[in-house]
Every structure is written in C-alpha cells, then in structure tokens.
C-alpha cells in the first residue's frame, strides 16, 4: 500500500533562514509526487510536482528515489511562505494520497 | 469565480439524519474527485468520476455513503444516517482529461453532534 509520511507536524524558522519541509514515501509502483500548500482561509492549492522540476516560490524538491524521499527546500524563508504544506503521492489515475501536513510559521 | 465551488461551506446535523453536499467542478474538467479530511490529518480520498461514471470507491466509503455525477457536470456526496465520526471537511477536486493539476474546492465542514 502507498504511504506518505512528513515527521514534523509544527516548524518554526526565522525569516531570512533556510527552510527543509521532510517527505518520505513508500509505493511499489513509479512514484509521482506533488507538494500541496493551504494558506490561511484558502483552498489548497497545488505548489509543485516533481515531474515539472519548477522551482515554484523559490521551493524545489527533489526526488531521491534511493531514499524514497521528496523533500521540500527553500534557501531563504519569508514571511509569507507561512502555511500548511502537505506532501501527495499520485497512486493512479490522478487519486492522491496525502501525508499528515507540516504546519510552517517563519518567525519575522 | 470560475474554480470549483461546494455548497454548503458548512453543515451541522444530529446523528441519524441525512446530509447532501454539492460540488461543481470547473466546466471543462471530466474527473471529479472527493476526498475527506479530518483534524490533523491530510486529505483521504473517497471517490472518484470520469464524466458521470463513478470508477473507483474507497473502502472509507461505506454503504452510507453514495456519489453521484448524473450529467458529468456537478456531483453530490450523500452521507445516510450520520454518525459522529463524520465529522469532517469534505473537499471536492477537479481534473482535466490530460495530466495536469487538480484543483481544489474550498470544502464542506460537517459537524455531526
């Protein structure tokens, strides 16, 4: 069965520092996977997939198959990069499965 | 606003009773999916149409709920005889045919007392 796992559910990180949001997978078939963000009172919304190689808001990620991992970067955090992030793996057909989100607060 | 929308935003309803909740998903979009979320945990997916047809369910799914899709433009999530483990957001999402993003609606909260 697929899982998406992301170990930190809170991340705090000053304005300026570099951010590291975590993401490991497991899924026996070819992995596709996204990175989903929800501001406050918005919808969530798709970040970036992994297949586009887009460095979206100044995040990219990288899939590192050997250690099934996806994680998400950002060399300098700003302010407006607080939200909830949620990692997703596409396990056919476009269906998702989600991990349990990291909520990121850049402290000014 | 042409993104997907979901009617109601919000639901409160007594155990037992029945509750119906609406997604439109954008126009040209033919895959429709539902998935539910409850606090602290990431979305779950639910179900899922291609035009009206409904292609796959969740075991999440049980007899208590159904989806439908009767024109391959609107769906509606029914949920019978509501439990308190109900409770929680539903999200409606959308898709075009070709490999692209999936788009979310703002959700319905179901608060089951």
């Known amino acids: 069965a697929q899982r998406v796992t992301q170990p930190e559910k809170l991340l705090s990180v000053f304005k300026g520092a570099p951010v590291e949001l975590k993401c490991n997978y497991s899924?026996?078939?070819?992995?596709?996977l996204f990175w989903y963000v929800q501001y406050s009172r918005q919808r969530l919304q798709l970040l970036l997939r992994?297949?586009s190689r887009e460095s979206i808001k100044g995040f990219t990620a990288d899939l590192n198959k050997g250690e099934t991992s996806f994680h998400l970067k950002k060399p300098f955090a700003q302010e407006e990069d607080s939200a909830m992030y949620y990692c997703?793996?596409?396990?056919?057909?476009?269906?998702?499965?989600f991990g349990t989100g990291t909520r990121l607060t850049i402290i000014p | 606003d042409t993104g997907v929308s979901q009617d109601p935003r919000h639901k409160i309803t007594k155990r037992g009773q029945n509750v119906t909740f609406r997604c439109d998903p954008i126009?040209?979009?033919?895959?429709l999916y539902w998935y539910r979320q409850t606090l602290g945990q990431g979305p779950e997916f639910l179900t899922y149409?291609?035009?009206?047809?409904?292609?796959?369910k969740s075991r999440l799914l049980s007899d208590r709920f159904s989806a439908e899709r009767p024109k391959g433009s609107f769906s509606t999530l029914e949920i019978q005889r509501t439990e308190q483990g109900d409770s929680a957001m539903y999200l409606c999402?959308?898709?075009?045919?070709?490999?692209?993003?999936?788009?979310f609606g703002p959700g319905t909260r179901l608060t089951v007392l």
């Open positions: 149409f291609q035009n009206e047809a409904q292609l796959e």
């Open positions: 997703a793996l596409n396990f056919g057909n476009e269906k998702l499965t």
């Open positions: 126009s040209e979009h033919n895959r």
């Open positions: 992994h297949i």
């Open positions: 899924y026996s078939g070819s992995p596709e």
């Open positions: 999402a959308s898709i075009d045919g070709g490999y692209n993003e999936q788009f």
